[in-house]
């Protein structure tokens, strides 16, 4: 009897690798951001083009709120999760903005902030200008992205100036005309929402435009 050992066939002796498991796709944070981005956008729009009373100015604070303002916080956290960077900025940007609209119109309304009935007017402008310069940056910085971001971002900038000028030289023709561009921009995010909701069930994206820089 031979002592020498045959070879061993490793074909047989040795297991196949296991298959790598396919990767986990956690989805697209814009499938919620973008329509709960629209219902604060719609509701703000009726607000501002007359739907309701000027003296009405509370009517869209809980759409505002509970919705847009909570459901872009959801979104933002769904982003950095997935590290998507700008998104979760740009929807994180749109959660302060929207909540802290709500804060504001409660604030005024239920004079929790102790402002002089004089400087409400100037308070009221503070709140657009502020965010109507922190929302040019964040134009500047979607240059990148196909030109449909750009383009909402830049349409709520106008409205917020729009509205700056008809807070500080009150005028209703101003308000509406910011209005009118909320509800624009409002229709591009049902646009890019229905898009990525194409993506989403398996289809392909919409159009969005090449970006403005490369």
Do not use: C
Not at 177 to 189: E, K, S
Request: charged share 5%.
């Amino acid at each position: 009897m031979s002592t020498v050992a045959e070879p061993v066939n490793a074909s047989v002796a040795a297991p196949a690798p296991a298959a790598e498991p396919a990767p986990y796709v956690a989805g697209d944070p814009a499938i919620l951001g973008l329509p709960i981005f629209v219902a604060g956008s719609l509701a703000l729009a009726f607000a501002l083009t007359g739907y309701v009373s000027p003296a009405s100015v509370g009517t869209p604070v809980a759409i505002i709120m509970a919705a847009t303002g909570i459901g872009l916080l959801i979104s933002t956290v769904w982003a950095i999760a997935l590290g998507q960077t700008l998104v979760a900025a740009i929807f994180g940007l749109f959660a302060g903005f929207w909540l802290s609209y709500g804060m504001l119109v409660l604030g005024l309304v239920h004079g929790w902030y102790g402002i002089p009935l004089r400087d409400v007017t100037h308070t009221i402008a503070e709140f657009q200008i502020t965010w109507a310069i922190v929302m040019a940056a964040l134009t500047i910085a979607t240059l990148r992205l196909p030109v449909a971001f750009t383009a909402v971002v830049a349409l709520v900038v106008l409205a917020l100036v729009l509205l700056a000028i008809g807070t500080l030289h009150p005028s209703a023709d101003l308000t509406k005309a910011a209005g009118w561009v909320t509800f624009v921009f409002a229709g591009l995010g049902i646009y890019l929402f229905l898009s990525a909701a194409s993506v989403a069930t398996g289809g392909r994206g919409y159009p969005l435009g090449r970006p403005v820089i490369r």
